[in-house]
Nanobody, 127 residues
Framework: QVQLVESGGGSVQAGGSLRLSCTAF???????????MAWFRQAPGKEREGVAY????????YYGDSVLGRFTISQDNAGNTVYLQMNSLKPEDTAIYYC?????????????????WGQGTQVTVSS
């Protein structure tokens, strides 16, 4: 069974920074397979939105337009923790942030393409 655990959420003023972490726990077969990780967010009354993506075997990344240039996704050398560095935060970044895992390379961040999800961590940005 694969489990994703997020941490690092909190409250910050506009212009500030936060770093989210997502650690994966599971069988060795999970870590030996080719997979991708992504961060999504969901604000009240809105659809879940893809924020940042990383293809684990190659470090290939891409980002949603709303966070491009402000957020950075990365992974640790062990390959079991993914980070989201969020800079120049805006009130519109306020949401619950989720990490998710998908099999193989996924061209777009559609939530339906990701098979494991964390429980979410709240990020609140005040003006």
């Amino acid at each position: 069974q694969v489990q994703l655990v997020e941490s690092g959420g909190g409250s910050v003023q506009a212009g500030g920074s936060l770093r989210l972490s997502c650690t994966a726990f599971g069988p060795s077969s999970y870590f030996n397979s080719r997979y991708c990780m992504a961060w999504f967010r969901q604000a009240p009354g809105k659809e879940r939105e893809g924020v940042a993506y990383i293809y684990v075997p190659t470090d290939y990344t891409y980002y949603g337009d709303s966070v491009l240039g402000r957020f950075t996704i990365s992974q640790d050398n062990a390959g079991n923790t993914v980070y989201l560095q969020m800079n120049s935060l805006k009130p519109e970044d306020t949401a619950i942030y989720y990490c998710a895992r998908g099999r193989g390379f996924i061209a777009t961040m559609r939530p339906a393409d990701f098979d494991y999800w964390g429980q979410g961590t709240q990020v609140t940005v005040s003006s």
